[in-house]
């Protein structure tokens, strides 16, 4: 049985998440909790563009030539 997929990406509930605690926050810079998120953001982040080179890197001379098309 498969996994399913969420409805909204991570990246996406991540962003709508730093928002909210920005506009709520006096101080959102010493904020340990906005902090947090923004490293999960990135770490999120650097995962989707890790993924999308080892695909690339694996289609070899497919890949270049998909990408430029």
Same mark, same amino acid.
């Given at each position: 049985?498969?996994? =399913? +997929?969420?409805? %909204?990406?991570? %990246? #996406?509930r ?5 928002? #909210? =605690? ?6 959102? %810079?010493?904020?340990?909790?906005? +902090? ?5 953001? =990135?770490? %999120?982040?650097?995962?989707? +563009?890790?993924?999308?080179? +080892?695909? =690339? ?12 098309a």
């Amino acid at each position: 049985m498969a996994k =399913k +997929r969420a409805a %909204e990406p991570d %990246e #996406a509930r991540l962003k709508k998440k730093i928002v #909210a =605690k920005l506009t709520s926050h006096s101080n959102p %810079e010493g904020d340990a909790a906005v +902090r947090s998120l923004r490293k999960r953001l =990135k770490r %999120e982040q650097r995962k989707r +563009r890790a993924l999308v080179l +080892r695909k =690339k890197r694996a289609a070899g001379s497919k890949g270049a030539a998909a990408t430029s098309a």
